[in-house]
């Protein structure tokens, strides 16, 4: 009983947890600087959580253990299986990370589609993305994980970390210098805030990284504009964000060539990190190669060299590539200010093939090569950067032209959907005042509505009504068939000449079981007990017609039984005397009459089995016996139009045949539900 209560407690204790920690499982995106030298480190400080998962031996991941080991719901193990391997993204160990989303999405492989398993395949996914966007610098491979995650995380039970998802994919898209399809994520972000209705305070990492786009397109002003807007809700931000924040405001002043600012603001970052308990993570060390380029661009060359050391070390222990190239640049950087051209040519010869990274940084290694290539005479290779470096910014120039013509797009959009807006609240206003004349059509519809219903229930009624008398019809015919003149004549003429004891005898029983009949007639339903009771009598008398070779078999439920089933009055006498008359009176030597009745908890069966001639419709002494068929269906006839589900009577009559295909009798079959409907 424990584990059964650890595994729901555990799943909302999850979602309360990863809403605490500010995205945790959605990689609180909120978008990068595109453009920026140190965008792929900066990223890092969005994906971390709040001030107790950054701490190795906190609350948060002792929770998270403590869970994980008593729940016996796998989801619920996965949910916290994920969350720890967020923590190590930004850890000492980032490369545990990759192993923990891997293991949670195969398990989830495995389990059948549905909202929940979605929801954690998508952080799962999410997590991988963030490894190799950045840890390994693959940004086609985090766009493709991205991609899928978004989907996943659409079709789920989390659909409120979609955002975030989609501010990802935009970083990812932007680290390859796709700011049109970048800013394109943003806006559906902020779209789907808007939209699942999710806490304003989301709009500002995202409003953040449209900051980061217009400073890659060096539109400094309108930069500034939406990083103030963050700064006045610097206090509402969870710890997280606010080291996203000041990541990225540094990078726009170290853009905009405000060292002084720049400075301020990233060491302002190092001590909200420090305090935050992360002295030891990728954040610290981004920060440091931060400040180390500050340094070397205000001629602080001690100061540059001492936080590049530190940096490096830690992305070479990572295998961090892009951190390696970005903090060798820093390197060449020192070496050229101090004029050890040796030096340049030891840490070029060290890093061997060069990747694929963002613009910006490769700007900041080429302004550096083309330093040492002219310092070194080597004029050619210079020149051959620079061209090369003017195509790379022709196509970051192409694309910030299409931002641009995307901006003037979307704000040429929002002004027409501002204007369809108001056309549309000047229709509504006419609506309002059309309204009143209508209403009056309304209430008399509504009146007119009510009167149909109020008719509809006095129909239902009559109809109800008229059906109890055709039941009480049925009843008083099947009276009048059942106790005949003929039948009266025949006992009166047989038996009151021998002995008067005997007519006496026979009379008395004649007139029970004409009491018996007058008193069921008055009935529409009676117990199994009642029914077999009444036949039970008819057939003493009757027997006294059909000979003394007659034999009678009638197996029933116990008494107890026999009392709870309810079946039409004279239903069963109906198919005796028929038997009786029709069947049995029909042929010489013995006649058997057997009546078999059975209880199952939803049905009562009733068998009628005689060894007369059968049953032939065609014969024309039958007009009796369909008269009192008529009535057996026309009673469930009635019977079953009140009862609209399952619960439906059935009659059926046939022949019995023998083994070699002769006809020895007639068997009528009744089925009656136990739950029927009485009327």
């Known amino acids: 009983m424990y584990h059964n209560k650890c595994s729901v407690v555990a799943k909302q204790t999850f979602h309360t947890l990863i809403i605490c920690v500010a995205s945790v499982c959605a990689m609180s995106c909120g978008g990068h600087k595109s453009g920026d030298a140190r965008t792929e480190y900066e990223q890092a400080q969005f994906i971390r959580t709040n001030d107790s998962i950054l701490r190795l031996d906190s609350l948060s991941l002792r929770l998270c253990d403590s869970i994980m080991a008593a729940t016996d719901d796998s989801l619920t193990y996965y949910d916290y299986y994920i969350l720890k391997g967020r ?233 961090v590539r892009i951190g390696v190239y970005y903090a060798n640049t820093i390197r060449i950087g020192i070496a050229l200010k101090r004029q050890d051209y040796a030096k340049v040519a030891g840490i070029l010869a060290s890093e061997g093939k060069v990747g694929e990274y963002n613009q910006s ?142 007519e006496t005898d026979v009379l008395l029983r004649l007139t029970k079981l004409i009491r018996s009949s007058l008193d069921m007639t008055g009935k529409s339903w009676v117990t199994l007990r009642e029914e077999l009771h009444f036949i039970r009598d008819y057939i003493a008398l009757e027997r006294t017609l059909v000979g003394e070779d007659f034999g009678l078999t009638i197996v029933a439920p116990d008494e107890k039984t026999q009392e709870e089933v309810k079946l039409p009055a004279m239903f069963i006498q109906i198919l005796v005397e028929n038997a009786i008359k029709h069947g049995l009176k029909c042929i010489a030597g013995h006649k058997q009459l057997d009546i078999s009745i059975s209880c199952s908890d939803a049905m009562t069966y009733i068998e009628v089995d005689d060894n007369g001639p059968g049953f032939d419709i065609r014969r024309t002494d039958n007009k009796r016996t369909k008269n009192g068929l008529d009535i057996i269906r026309q009673t469930i006839s009635i019977v079953n139009q009140e009862n609209h589900g399952t619960a439906k009577m059935h009659f059926s009559i046939s022949n019995r045949e023998d083994d070699n295909g002769n006809i020895c009798g007639c068997r009528a079959t009744l089925r009656i539900p136990r739950n029927i409907k009485y009327i």
């Open 87 to 319: 923590y190590y993204l930004l850890s000492a160990t980032p490369d545990s990370a990759l192993h923990y989303a891997r293991r949670t999405r195969d398990f989830m492989e495995k389990q059948p589609s549905t909202s929940r398993t979605r929801g954690i395949k998508a952080i799962a996914n999410s997590t991988e993305a963030s490894f190799y966007h950045l840890l390994r610098h693959n940004p086609q491979e985090a766009i493709r994980l991205n991609t899928l995650a978004y989907r996943q995380i659409i079709d789920s039970d989390l659909k409120y970390y979609a955002p975030e998802i989609a501010a990802n994919l935009a970083d990812a898209y932007i680290s390859v210098d796709n700011l049109p399809e970048g800013a394109k994520w943003y806006r559906r972000a902020l779209l789907l805030v808007d939209s699942l209705d999710l806490p304003k305070t989301k709009n500002i990492t995202l409003y953040m990284g449209l900051g980061q786009i217009y400073t890659s397109m060096n539109d400094f002003s309108s930069a500034r504009y939406y990083y103030e807007m963050s700064e006045r809700q610097f206090d509402m931000m969870k710890p997280n964000m606010q080291s996203y924040f000041l990541n990225n405001y540094g990078n726009y002043f170290y853009f905009k060539h405000d060292y002084a600012n720049a400075l301020s603001t990233f060491r302002r970052l190092q001590k909200h990190i420090k305090d935050s308990g992360a002295g030891d993570t990728y954040d610290m060390y981004l920060c440091k190669v931060n400040l180390a380029d500050i340094f070397l661009n205000i001629g602080q060359v001690d100061s540059a060299e001492a936080y590049v050391n530190q940096a490096a070390d830690y992305f070479e222990r990572n295998g």
């Open 361 to 502: 940084i490769k700007n900041i290694r080429s302004r550096y090569m083309r330093w040492y290539y002219e310092k070194t005479g080597n004029y050619k290779m210079a020149y051959e950067d620079l061209l090369k470096n003017i195509a790379q910014n022709d196509s970051l120039e192409h694309n910030r032209t299409h931002m641009k013509a995307a901006e003037i797009m979307m704000r040429y959009t929002e002004d027409t959907l501002k204007l369809h807006h108001q056309l549309e609240i000047n229709e509504k206003n006419a609506e309002v005042n059309k309204s009143k004349a209508t209403l009056w059509l309304f209430v008399s519809i509504a009146l007119a509505l009510a009167s149909f219903i109020v008719c509809g229930i006095i129909t239902l009624r009559k109809r109800k009504l008229q059906t109890r008398m055709e039941i009480l019809t049925l009843r008083l015919n099947n009276a009048r068939q059942r106790i005949s003149p003929h039948f009266v004549f025949n006992v009166l003429n047989t038996r009151i000449g021998p002995t008067a004891n005997e």
